[in-house]
């Protein structure tokens, strides 16, 4: 048996245990197409404090704030509070404002250039409410980006998934900008799949799902204004889902509650954005795989499975193993080919690994289009604009290959605001 075969049979039991570890997830797409989790009608109006992190925020947090006013809900029930984070232009006084006499909107402004980012926000904001309204407890906490817009029954459908025990929620993500560019279409696509074929099957199996950056509601129980907000890394929600699912509790998700969000249209922004959240992944993973493992075999066990396998960094393993083995593969059949004057077997491997890349790329832009036709009465576009975003997909995420592998070597990665430019209205959206 020669080198090639042996890194033949490596790269074999590689591939079939990558497969099994994955192949499940086929059977939750087909579950996410045509299955939904319904909620009953909550029997009780909760209290909800409402908390919004923004910098530099003056152009779109005035409108989620005029959605939240618009919501089919209780206006007195909810209480909103901002943290105006590190900022230099009018984002806390345009939040003041927006609130007028229909809804409580209350200001933090937050100055401190050494330690940036949204989980110090939040911790910031926990620690300021806490103190400026001692007897203020409401059931439970929603998160929000100043860049977001609810549709009228967000607060409504969150709280039926509220009421009927959830206490970890998340909700189904749109984009205001979804036609910007294939940038931001490609970004849009990635927060719909999460919502189709991850976080609603998983919601209808009663199985743990995960909180995706914004647009989630946590228990009081669960997390409370004593222990503020613990999750400082580049990814405070995938940290504080590891965090959250390791002590055995189930993040559930709520189909019918709609929010917008922005999305990046330039490649240099969605580069940044995504060296973040890579980056994020990466501690994330040194620093809760290990008890995820450890209480695997307690309770949740499919949840806490599943949620190792999002941290493990398998993209930049798989890349160096898949360049290695493909570089000696290609090695052996130019030797080969020289020492018996024969060039046909390298054309022949050529061809086979193209096609590979070919039959994946059609593979990946099939899963997109099927994904906007399944999502076409909430993502509004043309079924032209839906083939050519499905054709960009595949390359979007092969981008996410130098993003893992410069992550890996690159420990200076900082949080960059991402520039929010889109200022409509729900309004407009709806219309």
């Not at 509070?81 to 984002?91: E, G, I, K, P, R």
């Amino acid at each position: 048996m020669n080198v090639l075969d042996i890194l033949f049979i490596v790269n074999l039991v590689i591939t079939s245990l990558i497969t099994f570890f994955f192949l499940y997830q086929i059977v939750l797409i087909f579950i996410g197409l045509f299955g939904k989790k319904k909620y009953p009608d909550a029997k009780e109006d909760h209290n909800y404090a409402i908390l919004i992190a923004g910098r530099n925020e003056e152009k779109v947090i005035g409108h989620l704030i005029e959605s939240i006013k618009l919501q089919d809900y209780d206006l007195s029930k909810l209480k909103v509070f901002v943290v105006a984070d590190n900022c230099t232009d009018n984002t806390a006084k345009v939040a003041k404002e927006a609130g007028g006499e229909e809804l409580f909107v209350h200001v933090f402004e937050r100055h401190n250039l050494e330690k940036i980012g949204k989980g110090f926000a939040l911790d910031y904001m926990f620690k300021n409410i806490r103190e400026t309204f001692p007897d203020y407890i409401p059931d439970a906490f929603f998160v929000f980006d100043a860049d977001n817009l609810l549709d009228k029954n967000y607060v409504k459908e969150m709280n039926k998934a509220f009421d009927s025990g959830a206490e970890v929620l998340t909700s189904y993500r749109n984009s205001k900008n979804f036609n910007a560019n294939w940038i931001a279409a490609s970004t849009a696509m990635c927060f719909l799949r999460e919502c189709r074929f991850m976080h609603s099957p998983r919601s209808i199996l009663n199985t743990s799902t995960f909180v995706s950056g914004t647009g989630f509601l946590v228990s009081s129980k669960v997390l409370n204004f004593e222990d503020g907000w613990k999750y400082k890394t580049m990814t405070e929600d995938i940290e504080f889902s590891a965090g959250t699912i390791a002590k055995g509790k189930k993040v559930m998700y709520c189909d019918d509650a709609i929010f917008y969000d922005e999305q990046p249209t330039t490649f240099k922004a969605s580069w940044n954005q995504r060296m973040r959240w890579q980056k994020g992944f990466y501690q994330c993973f040194l620093g809760y795989f290990g008890s995820l493992f450890m209480s695997m075999f307690a309770c949740n066990f499919f949840s806490k499975y599943e949620m190792m396998l999002m941290i493990f960094p398998f993209t930049p393993i798989t890349f160096f193993w898949g360049f290695f083995y493909f570089m000696y593969q290609l090695a052996a059949n130019i030797v080969t080919s020289i020492s018996i004057g024969f060039a046909s077997s390298l054309l022949v491997f050529l061809i086979v690994n193209g096609l590979i890349l070919a039959i994946c790329f059609m593979l990946l832009f099939f899963y997109a289009l099927i994904l906007l036709i399944r999502e076409r009465k909430r993502v509004k576009t043309t079924y032209w604009e839906k083939i050519k975003f499905s054709a960009a997909f595949p390359i979007f995420l092969l981008t996410y290959i130098p993003i893992a592998i410069v992550c890996l070597f690159k420990k200076n990665v900082q949080w960059k605001k991402i520039p929010h430019e889109d200022s409509k209205k729900i309004s407009e959206i709806n219309n």
